[in-house]
Structures are given as structure tokens and as C-alpha cells.
């Protein structure tokens, strides 16, 4: 089983900066994709952003230009810069792992976030 701590949420106003983190552990040999998801209140979870071992990356189209995923590998870890927050940036992050075929591995707790107007 793979465990992940997450950090790094918090209350920021728009226009501000906020950097996640999400550390792995356990069967960390099994894991290919990492990656951050959220979800709002009343909404449901959507995809955010995912960096592969191989450093391939992909986001959602609304946070292109504004997140920027990365990771470093010795430390297991994913980091999710986040910059020129949003209002509607504010949900619950969670940090999300995945094996070479895509299939999930595990969920991190999750991190709230809020961005006030």
C-alpha cells in the first residue's frame, strides 16, 4: 500500500500563491502517475494535474499557465505551486497516486484551500 501525507493548504487572497505538497511512502515502487484533484463543496471531484515518473505532465485546462506541478523523485514527493489564485480555486486538494496502467493507488487526506475575493 502506498501512504501520502499532504501539506501546504491554507487562506489566501486572490491574486496570492500557495505551494502543496504530498509525500509517499510504503510500496512506492508501484507508482508511476502523481497528482492533485479537488473538489468544492456541492461539486464533484475533478482533476487538477499530474506529473508521471518521467517527468510527462498534464493539467486542467482552467489552471494551464497559473499551477505547475513537479516532483522529486528521491523524496517521493509532488509539489503543486499554485499562483494567481481564485475565488473559484477554493476546494478541498487532494493528493492522488496511480500505477503505469492509470489505476488508483491511494488518496491523501486532503488539504483545504480557500481563496477569498
Known amino acids: 500500500q502506498v501512504q501520502l501525507v499532504e501539506s501546504g493548504g491554507g487562506l489566501v487572497q486572490a491574486g496570492g500563491s500557495l505551494r502543496l505538497s504530498c509525500a509517499a511512502s510504503g510500496s512506492i515502487i508501484s507508482i508511476n502517475f502523481m497528482g492533485w484533484y479537488r473538489q468544492a463543496p456541492g461539486k464533484q471531484r475533478e482533476f487538477v494535474a499530474y506529473i508521471t515518473s518521467g517527468g510527462i505532465t498534464n493539467y486542467l485546462d482552467s489552471v494551464k499557465g497559473r499551477f505547475t506541478i513537479s516532483r522529486d523523485s528521491a523524496k517521493n514527493t509532488v509539489f503543486l505551486q499554485m499562483n494567481s489564485l481564485k475565488p473559484e480555486d477554493t476546494a478541498v486538494y487532494y493528493c492522488?497516486?496511480?500505477?503505469?496502467?492509470?489505476?488508483?493507488?491511494?488518496w491523501g487526506q486532503g488539504t483545504q484551500v480557500t481563496v477569498s475575493s
Open positions: 492522488n497516486t496511480a500505477d503505469r496502467r492509470g489505476v488508483s493507488l491511494s
